[in-house]
């Protein structure tokens, strides 16, 4: 069985911080491109943070220099520390692992079940 669960989502007030994990579970993915992605209500799912199997990090403008993607190999987890927050950060994160086999693209990946980051003002 392959999986992803996510944890660490909660309530925060705006300016504090929170840390996701994600533990994939069934393989190793040490090999795997790891992915944080969002979705708010009634907007489109996106990228937030990405690392490559070479600890190439990726981030999407919002969130740069703000959140830090993160992984441990021999742990076998991914994580996003997300310092900063601002309400616009409000919505439920999903871990992500981009297939290695096939294209090369998030909709060829292995999704976590997501865990709800609410940023309150």
């Not at 909660?10 to 069934?26: F, K, N, T």
């Not at 990228?47 to 990726?58: D, Y």
């Not at 900063?84 to 086999?101: F, G, H, Q, R, W």
Request: hydrophobic share 35%; with cysteine.
């Amino acid at each position: 069985q392959v999986q992803l669960v996510e944890s660490g989502g909660g309530l925060v007030q705006a300016g504090g911080s929170l840390r996701l994990s994600c533990a994939p579970s069934g393989t190793i993915f040490s090999g795997y491109t790891m992915g944080w992605h969002r979705q708010a209500p009634g907007k489109q799912r996106e990228l937030v943070a990405a690392i490559s199997s070479g600890g190439t990090t990726n981030y999407a403008d919002s969130v740069k220099g703000r959140f830090t993607i993160s992984r441990d190999n021999a742990k076998n987890t991914v994580d996003l520390q997300m310092n900063s927050l601002k309400p616009e950060d409000t919505a439920v994160y999903y871990c992500a692992a981009m297939n290695i086999y096939g294209p090369r693209t998030w909709g060829n990946a292995f999704w976590g079940q997501g865990t709800q980051v609410t940023v309150s003002s």
